[in-house]
């Protein structure tokens, strides 16, 4: 069973503080790791795809690394306007994506 | 381009009340989904769409039907509404293609009393 997890659950920081999200999976056969930020009230926006162990993306203050087992979402001197719900998605087989539970993120001014 | 928009945003609904939630993109993607979000639960899959006509079941989609009669849209109903199925609903969709990323819809929010 594909399966995602995503930690911490929630992460206060003070704004400038750099920190780092995890998402760990298990799939049987990659088709892409994506994350996604949510913003309260809202539906999920797209913000990278990595396909293979190894590749690197980034926006802005965002930073996403993939291994063979996990992905780092890493925030550099995070702003309050970085504040949100982070969602991390693994691509299956059959066309779908397994979510994890997403990791809370508020940065304090 | 609107993207991906349902309707409607908000609902409120009583104990075994039937309605239709509405998603149509302006993307001509070929991939349609339709999620529950609860809290604590994640994003989980009601039921999905590769194409127009088809339709095949996720992980959660019992007490739920869809239907794709024309590529633009996807429709969510639920024949006996049960206060289990309050929950932010959200319609997504992609381009075929193995990797390609889901665009996802602002979400409707609906309550069973």
């Known amino acids: 069973e594909d399966q995602v997890t995503q930690s911490p659950e929630a992460l206060r920081l003070q704004e400038g503080e750099s920190s780092s999200l995890n998402c760990s999976y298990t799939?049987?056969?990659?088709?892409?790791l994506f994350w996604y930020r949510q913003d309260p009230g809202k539906g999920p926006e797209f913000l990278f795809t990595?396909?293979?162990a190894g590749e690197e993306k980034e926006k802005e203050r965002l930073k996403a690394t993939l291994t063979k087992k996990e992905s780092f979402l890493h925030i550099t001197a995070p702003k309050p306007e970085d504040s949100a719900t982070y969602l991390c998605a693994v691509g299956t087989g059959n066309n779908r994506l397994a979510f994890g539970k997403g990791n809370q993120v508020v940065v304090i001014p | 381009n609107a993207g991906v928009t349902q309707t409607p945003k908000f609902r409120v609904l009583k104990t075994g009340q039937s309605m239709t939630l509405l998603c149509a993109q302006d993307?001509?993607?070929?991939?349609m989904y339709w999620y529950r979000q609860d809290p604590g639960m994640g994003l989980r899959l009601i039921h999905y769409?590769?194409?127009?006509?088809?339709?095949a079941k996720g992980e959660v989609p019992d007490g739920y039907n869809v239907s794709r009669l024309k590529k633009q849209n996807f429709l969510l109903g639920l024949e006996s509404a049960a206060p289990s199925q309050t929950s932010v609903y959200f319609c997504a969709s992609r381009r075929r293609g193995t990797d390609n990323e889901q665009f996802f819809g602002p979400g409707t929010r609906l309550t069973v009393l």
């Open positions: 990595l396909y293979s």
């Open positions: 799939v049987s056969g990659l088709r892409g």
């Open positions: 993307m001509n993607h070929e991939y």
């Open positions: 769409s590769v194409g127009e006509g088809t339709t």
